[in-house]
């Protein structure tokens, strides 16, 4: 039966999740490669969705792109260079994270070394903008110094050059779009398994694909855990979960919801490798500029120990996707994101040629909120002999920035070296250092707000297409002190074109030329300078680019001649911030895939860049824009052994040439770093299997790679060894399993098994008392600890599940949110401060403040009851991931205020109260309750939790910590959809 079926499939991909093996048996057969996924849910045709569609792409489809407000194109028919990587050549290169996804297109460079906090690069010799120059699946959404999980991508796409008509304000090097995994037409489970030097141990789950018999409704849950120490000994943990559902309802009409949530955190890890640009005294002594530097080894690590960053970062968006008619179509989205990033980091900065350094703690939490609007039609008319494909939308984004002010900072010590491993900074027993890890006082920094109207018209005349296109923003900025003043404000209402010429010579070769206008933010004055918080509007940037694109069967190729100029803005010699003056980068860029013959792939890229200051002071004229690098070079080639059949080769190397730092005076000199990899693919049980091994810098090579604006550096990284392990659930042998008379879904009527269900539960909570121990982390870390009870009142707790049915069994992944307020307060030791009131120890009664709980659990349920009877009891149990906030605990809510303000612009709030603060950590849960079907195809739920995050530790507002058991029981009523 085609339900026993689905159950099947669920119940082997059930096996996955536990870390069920597969069996050794090597089957017979045509040699096991990994699934490419299937078109995206719902739609029958390329899955265009309006103007941000999202694009999954296979190995038999013409590959599309996601242009912005263009609408989505081919890539030969884009008349923008744009660099694409699949998941199928990411798993080549086993790259984790986007710079190392595109390390063989030479158009991209890498900004640091692969273990600073977050991944940079960039395109075309320009940083890809950190606010506005990621979008995923063609939205907005915050990178902030974070590394997207690249297992949840199915495609990664930069529009190379400037973007401002495809994607509104961005810096002019590109705009970097992540195509997610969308649900698929068939079922799929698989498992990755990875270990790379020096210790990093790397768990990744995908389950996706129909939830109903007909079809209409499909679902692909995502999951990734990264843990262990990098080759330079800091230790990395990075969490993720996505959830992406969509429906048709009907067969015009389909919604798609996704969301998902990360949580990554760093040990011991330093941020940033400065290098002094101008003459400076350090204890009394004079230092002149850096001007060289032997490069040391890629496992250099000057970061101060005891330094922690963490980033919680969530997203949730909604589409609906409606056809109008042939050819026509019309899409709204909405998103919500977030990233919360507290960053108590270390800086090192060297001040001589011999490698010498100080190092610097400091403490640099950033809060950004995202609200995303959308709305687009795409389609294609006929005037007489002209075509025309027709894009019109509207955008809305706000973006609202908080920082915690004043950014503490503290020089941890001098005289450290680069060439020393055994003398490294920490952290330990500097009480100013340790106190400056609190959690922050946030603070309203900037809040942007841009309004957008677009228009295009690509007209075809033959072989001849014109692409015009006018994109209108209403730009609001608005900027405010430490003590929530407003610093300035501007509103602007800049328009930005695009034109565009494209020339099909051959059906398969086309050559364009375009001419677009693009927009970034201007910075702002630095609070240092003369006129601090000065700004000039929005910067404009002008490209030109002229190209030729051809693809066939034998591959594709292309080349582009670019030429982009920008303002230039800096703070002068009189340390005024100024704009003064003109960028100009030109070059040529060459990419190609081939297929010579049908075992070998080939791949190859050339990139040249002039980047030259051509107006402003007299001092910059002709001076290579720092930070770029000049000339880079890049091949790979993979061979699939016609002799033992399942087994390919990989080799690549990549040449990058020189770079300059400030003023031309520092110089990088150019490195060559070569790979290799191998895989083997084979049928295990009728299964996919596929292992890998690469070493990446397979020849060692020691090497800087420089900063994006030439201040900074960091060591290449050293030869790394990763192996992993991929195993894929074939649909094909799923219905193999068990079906109505067998183990799974035994006893079970037609009614509940093999159906997957909607559930959304509401109820209150009734949390019991944090006890936790008060831990001294910033005088005496040996100290005995205190202890303090925070009582917590009742509450609500609101859940989200989706569901499968097996039978006698069921599987859930759950979304929860709870929320209650803090009770009476017992601080029964105080021998360590919660607060820098010093209060001591006694009863609060008028404590204050809340809890909020964000969970994201796996649930196993056990059904009990009557195959056909129309009520079932359940009981079971599950485990995840749970995101604790403490909303300004106090132990005196009577205050006013919660904060000690100050009248003067410069000086932000002082909390009174003791914690502000997140965490996230391992989560588990008991359930029981009650089914009863009221309706076809409708349960009622009447469910009860016990919900507790074991081990809970919260810092204090003093640097300090509470360590404690988080616990709450609740009982929830609730609706049931049956799909």
Excluded: C
Aim: net charge neutral; aromatic share 10%.
């Amino acid at each position: 039966m085609i339900r026993s079926h689905h159950a099947s499939r669920l119940a082997l991909a059930v096996a996955l999740v536990a870390g069920g093996s597969v069996a050794a048996r090597a089957a017979d057969g045509p040699t096991a490669t990994a699934p490419t996924a299937d078109a995206a849910v719902p739609g029958d045709g390329d899955g265009d969705g309006g103007a941000n569609p999202i694009v999954v792409t296979g190995a038999a489809k013409k590959q599309t792109v996601s242009a912005g407000a263009l609408g989505p194109r081919s890539l030969l028919e884009t008349p923008f260079s744009v660099g694409t990587v699949d998941a199928e050549q990411i798993q080549r290169l086993a790259a984790t994270t986007i710079d190392a996804a595109f390390a063989y297109d030479a158009g991209v460079r890498s900004n640091n070394s692969g273990v600073a906090s977050g991944n940079t690069f960039s395109v075309r010799g320009i940083a890809i903008d950190r606010t506005n120059g990621y979008k995923l699946d063609g939205l907005p959404f915050p990178y902030w110094y974070q590394d997207h999980p690249i297992e949840h991508l199915q495609d990664i796409q930069i529009l190379k050059g400037a973007g401002g008509f495809a994607y509104g304000f961005a810096a002019p090097g590109g705009v970097v779009n992540l195509v997610s995994k969308q649900p698929t037409r068939t079922f799929q489970a698989l498992f990755d398994l990875s270990y790379r030097s020096s210790s990093i141990l790397r768990e990744h789950l995908d389950i996706g694909g129909p939830l109903d018999a007909e079809g209409r409704y499909a679902f692909r849950l995502n999951a990734v855990n990264e843990e262990g120490r990098l080759y330079n000994g800091a230790y990395n943990k990075d969490q993720f979960v996505s959830l992406a559902l969509t429906g048709r309802v009907t067969d015009k009409l389909d919604w798609q919801l996704d969301g998902f949530y990360q949580r990554t955190r760093q040990d011991d890890q330093v941020n940033t490798i400065s290098i002094l640009t101008t003459t400076t005294t350090i204890n009394g002594v004079t230092y002149k500029p850096v001007t060289s530097l032997t490069p040391t080894s890629g496992d250099l690590q000057p970061g101060a120990r005891g330094t922690t960053k963490f980033n919680d970062i969530v997203s949730l968006t909604g589409r609906v996707n409606y056809e109008i008619a042939h050819d026509w179509k019309a899409s709204v989205a909405a998103r919500y994101a977030a990233l919360d990033e507290r960053f108590p980091g270390s800086l090192a900065t060297i001040y001589d040629n011999a490698g010498d350094y100080y190092s610097t703690a400091y403490n640099m939490n950033r809060l950004f909120r995202y609200y995303v609007g959308d709305a687009s039609v795409n389609g294609k008319v006929r005037t007489g002999p002209i075509t025309h494909q027709i894009a019109v939308g509207a955008s809305s984004l706000t973006v609202q920035f908080d920082y915690d002010n004043p950014t503490r900072s503290t020089v941890i010590g001098t005289g450290y070296n680069i060439y020393n491993a055994n003398n490294v900074p920490t952290l330990s027993g500097n009480a100013a250092a340790l106190y400056n890890n609190r959690p922050p006082v946030w603070t309203r920094y900037q809040e942007v707000h841009q309004r957008a109207l677009y228009a295009s018209d690509t007209l075809g005349w033959g072989p001849v297409s014109v692409l015009l296109g006018l994109r209108y923003t209403d730009y609001e900025e608005v900027n405010f002190n430490p003590n929530s003043s407003t610093s300035s404000y501007f509103h602007y209402h800049p328009v930005s074109p695009v034109y565009s010429i494209s020339v099909a010579v051959l059906p398969t070769v086309h050559v364009y030329a375009t001419y677009v206008e693009a927009l970034q933010r201007g910075a702002l004055a630095p609070a240092s300078t003369t006129n601090a918080n000065a700004s000039f509007g929005p910067l404009k940037t002008t490209q030109y680019e002229a190209g030729v694109k051809a693809e066939g069967r034998w591959g594709s190729a292309n080349l582009a001649f670019y030429r982009i100029a920008t303002p230039s803005e800096y703070t002068d010699t009189t340390n005024t911030f100024v704009r003064n003056g003109t960028a100009r980068y030109q070059g040529i860029e060459f990419n190609a895939t081939l297929h010579p013959i049908r075992d070998l792939l080939l791949t190859g890229s050339v990139a040249y860049l002039d980047a030259k200051q051509i107006s402003g002071p007299s001092n910059l004229i002709g001076q290579t824009i720092a930070g770029t690098t000049d000339f880079q070079i890049s091949g790979l080639a993979e061979y699939s052994l016609p002799f033992l059949p399942g087994v390919k080769l990989t080799g690549g190397i990549h040449h990058s040439g020189r770079a300059y730092g400030a003023s031309n005076i520092f110089v990088f000199h150019s490195s060559t770093v070569g790979d290799l990899g191998a895989s083997y693919g084979f049928n295990a049980s009728g299964h996919a299997v596929v292992v890998r091994a690469n070493i990446q810098n397979i020849a060692d090579t020691r090497y800087w790679v420089p900063g994006s604006v030439g201040t900074s550096l960091s060591p290449g990284a050293p030869r790394t060894f990763t192996v992993s392990a991929q195993v894929a659930l074939q649909a094909d042998h799923a219905n193999d399993a068990p079906s109505d008379g067998g183990v799974i879904g035994a006893g079970a009527s037609e009614r509940h098994r093999g159906r997957a269900y909607l559930e959304l539960d509401a109820g209150g909570a009734f949390p019991a008392a944090y006890q936790a121990a008060v831990l001294n982390k910033v005088t005496d870390p040996t100290a005995a600890s205190g202890a303090i009870r925070v009582g917590q009142k009742a509450g609500w707790d609101l859940d989200g599940v989706l569901g499968y049915d097996l039978g006698r069994f069921s599987v859930e992944v759950e979304a929860g949110a709870k929320r209650y307020s803090t009770g009476a307060v017992a601080y029964t030791n105080a021998n360590v401060a919660v607060d820098a009131s010093g209060r001591g120890a006694g009863d609060y009664p008028d404590a204050g403040g809340r809890t909020s709980v964000l969970s994201a659990m796996f649930n196993g349920l056990i059904n009990i009851g009557h195959r056909d009877g129309a009520t079932r009891a359940f009981a079971g149990g599950g485990f995840g991931l749970a995101r604790v906030s403490t909303g300004r605990w106090t132990l005196d809510r009577t205050q006013a205020s919660n904060t000690f303000t100050s009248s003067a612009a410069s000086m932000a709030a002082t909390p009174t109260y003791f914690s502000a603060d997140n965490a996230t950590g391992f989560a588990w849960q008991a359930l029981a309750g009650v089914r009863h079907q009221v309706a076809k195809g409708i349960d009622v739920v009447l469910k009860y939790r016990y919900f507790e995050v074991p081990s809970l530790t919260l810092r204090t507002t003093n640097g300090n910590a509470l360590k404690g058991n988080l616990s709450s029981n609740s009982v929830q009523a609730g609706i049931a959809f049956r799909l």
